[in-house]
Nanobody, 114 residues
């Protein structure tokens, strides 16, 4: 069983930056593929970025060049640094842990608006 708690969501102006954090419980964090997904109102949940247990990242096209996913296995935490934010980035951002099963956090709201 893995519990995930996201933080860092906020209201930010277009062009601004945010860093999201996801703290995971459990002792097997280092084996999990960790990911960030988002869901905007009226839209399906979509992948933003993933990072494998070995630290290899994978980004959605919308995130390439603007987002960086990283993990700190000593802290059981995964991060998502987002730069040059746009209004269309407004969504609830969810942390995901994947191994044999999928685990989800409750999400953190990112609002990009002037």
């Amino acid at each position: 069983q893995v519990q995930l708690v996201e933080s860092g969501g906020d209201l930010v102006q277009p062009g601004g930056s945010l860093r999201l954090s996801c703290a995971a419980s459990g002792s097997d964090f280092r084996f999990y593929t960790m990911g960030w997904y988002r869901q905007a109102p009226g839209s399906q949940r979509e992948l933003v970025a993933q990072i494998t247990y070995s630290g290899r990242p994978n980004y959605a096209d919308s995130a390439k060049g603007r987002c960086t996913i990283s993990r700190d296995n000593a802290k059981n935490t995964v991060y998502l640094q987002m730069n040059s934010l746009k209004p269309e980035d407004t969504a609830v951002y969810y942390c995901n842990a994947k191994l044999a099963m999928n685990y989800w956090g409750k999400g953190t709201l990112v609002t990009v608006s002037s």
